[in-house]
C-alpha cells in the first residue's frame, strides 16, 4: 500500500514539473498572440505521453483501467490549473505578453522590474480592493500626475506617477446605480443599457417621447480627486 502511494505520489509530482515547464514555455499561445486551442492541443498529447512513461510497466502488464483513469486524472488537472490561473492572473499575464511582447514566462523576474508591471500595481490594490481579477487602464490626467485605472469593472482608481500610492478610489458601479435610480424616477422612462468602461459610463434609454437618449457620466481627475461629469446625446 505504501509503494503504491509513493508510487501514485511520484506521478502527481512529475505532471506538477511538467505543467509548470510547460506552462511557463507555452502560455504566450493562451494571452499573446498565440493560437489559443494551440496550448491544449499539444499539451494534453504530451501530458498522455508522460503518464504513460511513469506507468509503462502496467501498460506491459495490461492495467488498462487503472492506466486510463489516471491520463483522465492528469488530462483533468491540466485543464483545472490552467482555469484557476485564467481566473486569478489571466489580466497580469496579458499585459506581460503584450505590452512588453515576452515569448515566454522565464522572463517574469525581469518583468516585475519594470515600472507600472501590473504584478506590484496587484499588491497595491489589494490594501483597497478585495480579490483583484482585472486592470483596465484609463487615461492620463493632464498634468501627467498620475494615472487612471478602472479596476474589476467596477472601481475607478487614481494613482501617482510611479503607481505606488493611491491618489483616490470611488466605487463606479455605485455611481452608475444613483444615476440608473435618478433616470427611474422619471416617468415613462425604460432603461435600454447600461455598462462602466475606464473612460465613461453610459447609460441607453428611452424617454417619454419615444426618444433614445445616451447619458454618458465621464470620470475627471481634479485636484488629484475623482470627479464625475454627466452628459446627455
Not at 142 to 152: A, V
Request: charged residues 25%; positive net charge; contains cysteine.
Amino acid at each position: 500500500m505504501k509503494k503504491i502511494f509513493i508510487f501514485n505520489l511520484i506521478n502527481v509530482l512529475f505532471f506538477l514539473i511538467f505543467y509548470i515547464i510547460y506552462f511557463f514555455q507555452m502560455s504566450k499561445e493562451l494571452y499573446g498572440v498565440g493560437f489559443l486551442p494551440f496550448f491544449h492541443l499539444i499539451g494534453i498529447p504530451f501530458t498522455i505521453i508522460l503518464i504513460c512513461i511513469l506507468n509503462y510497466k502496467k501498460i506491459i502488464l495490461k492495467h488498462k483501467k487503472e492506466i486510463i483513469l489516471k491520463i483522465l486524472i492528469a488530462i483533468f488537472l491540466f485543464i483545472a490549473f490552467t482555469k484557476v490561473i485564467d481566473y486569478k492572473y489571466r489580466y497580469i499575464l496579458w499585459d506581460y505578453y503584450n505590452r512588453y511582447d515576452y515569448d515566454t514566462l522565464w522572463e517574469l523576474e525581469e518583468y516585475k522590474n519594470k515600472p507600472k508591471n501590473y504584478i506590484n500595481l496587484t499588491k497595491l490594490l489589494r490594501k483597497h480592493v478585495n480579490n483583484v481579477r482585472w486592470i483596465n487602464e484609463g487615461f492620463n490626467d493632464g498634468k501627467k500626475q498620475g494615472r487612471f485605472y478602472l479596476i474589476n469593472h467596477s472601481y475607478y482608481v487614481f494613482l501617482n506617477r510611479n503607481n505606488t500610492k493611491v491618489l483616490d478610489i470611488v466605487n463606479g458601479e455605485k455611481i452608475l446605480k444613483q444615476h440608473l435610480d435618478l433616470i427611474n424616477n422619471k416617468k415613462d422612462i425604460k432603461i435600454i443599457s447600461s455598462y462602466i468602461s475606464s473612460v465613461e459610463m453610459r447609460i441607453k434609454y428611452r424617454n417619454s417621447n419615444d426618444k433614445i437618449v445616451e447619458y454618458y457620466i465621464e470620470p475627471k481627475i481634479e485636484n488629484d480627486k475623482i470627479k464625475f461629469y454627466v452628459k446627455t446625446i
